[in-house]
């Protein structure tokens, strides 16, 4: 009923950027925050950034001054401008939502499939 649809990964060289979008669709009421997190290859999955509905945002120590989030709420979408990159951006990157559905239903957390962003060096 809710789907996050990631797109904008791909393989840039160290030094180059990338925009990955999130759009959320289905049944929905109201979008919460909207987040990316990454997940390297044999790490946890952590938190890059989030925005709430209202714009304000919060950003993990390694991106920040690198990466820009940013929504547009008449499109349930978020976006991820990343410049700068680094080898060790490399990860598949997840978008987040926390958003009720109906009026009457609680919040709940959806996550999208993922999308590769590989950096060469």
């Known amino acids: 009923q809710v789907q996050l649809v990631e797109s904008g990964g791909g393989l840039v060289q160290a030094g180059g950027s990338l925009r990955l979008s999130c759009a959320a669709s289905?049944?929905?009421?109201?979008?919460?925050?909207m987040g990316w997190y990454r997940q390297a290859a044999g790490k946890q999955r952590e938190l890059v950034a989030a925005?709430?509905?209202?714009?304000?945002?919060n950003y993990a120590d390694s991106v920040k001054g690198r990466f820009t989030i940013s929504r547009d709420n008449t499109k349930n979408t978020a976006y991820l401008q990343m410049n700068s990159l680094k080898p060790e951006d490399t990860a598949v990157y997840y978008c987040?939502?926390?958003?009720?559905?109906?009026?009457?239903?609680?919040?709940?957390?959806?996550w999208g499939q993922g999308t590769q962003v590989t950096v060469s060096s």
């Open positions: 987040n939502a926390d958003l009720r559905q109906r009026i009457w239903n609680p919040s709940h957390n959806f």
């Open positions: 289905g049944t929905i009421y109201s979008v919460n925050t």
């Open positions: 925005i709430t509905s209202d714009g304000s945002t």
